[in-house]
């Protein structure tokens, strides 16, 4: 509606929610995994548009290379300060709690930790980069937005189920 009112207005809009992330067989694995690491964590998970669920097509969720890909990827993202040129992903803007805390340190049944979040030192504002397998339909990790640097992964049977996962979420 904006920009049909004002069609030369500058506008930056940006998506909310539970964001989701569809890879399919047919995909580039590496391009995808670069891409969702990228969308995930660069902004340590805390932008509304930041992926924060992975559906994969089961050839792709089988896969033990792009499992150990994706893990490494998200492993070697510099975790610190935002005044070193080294880091990737810098401090939370506040310590976690509610439902980022439980994200970040609670599995649901049937999910492992493709790679455990791990706060950085005795800084509460600092957390690596976790990625929950296992993520089932309509479980918490799936229907909430936790805002940091959580990402849960899901398994779709086709394409039309992956996008049936991700409109479920209500952000779809």
């Known amino acids: 509606d904006i920009l049909k ?29 670069k891409n969702v690491i990228h969308s995930a964590f660069s902004n340590t998970g805390q932008k509304c548009s930041a992926a924060s669920l992975l559906i994969l097509e089961e050839e792709v969720y089988d896969d033990p290379h792009f499992k150990k890909q994706l893990v490494d990827a998200a492993r070697s993202f510099k975790v610190g300060s935002a005044w070193a040129f080294e880091s990737k992903m810098g ?26 979040p791990r706060q950085v030192g005795e800084n509460p504002y600092l957390w690596r980069p976790g990625i929950k397998y296992g993520v089932r339909p309509r479980s918490y990790t799936h229907m909430t937005e936790f805002f940091g640097p959580v990402l849960g992964v899901m398994v779709a049977e086709n394409l039309d189920q992956a996008i049936e996962l991700v409109n479920m979420t209500g952000y779809g």
Do not use: C, H
């Not at 809009?13 to 995994?33: F, L």
């Open 91 to 116: 401090a939370l803007i506040k310590a976690p709690s509610g439902d980022l805390y439980k994200a970040l340190t609670t599995l649901e049944e049937m999910e492992e930790w493709a790679l455990k």
């Open 5 to 33: 009112n004002k069609p030369d207005a500058w506008l930056a809009a940006e998506t909310g929610g539970k964001n989701g992330v569809i890879v399919s067989a047919m995909s580039d694995r590496d391009q995808a995994i």
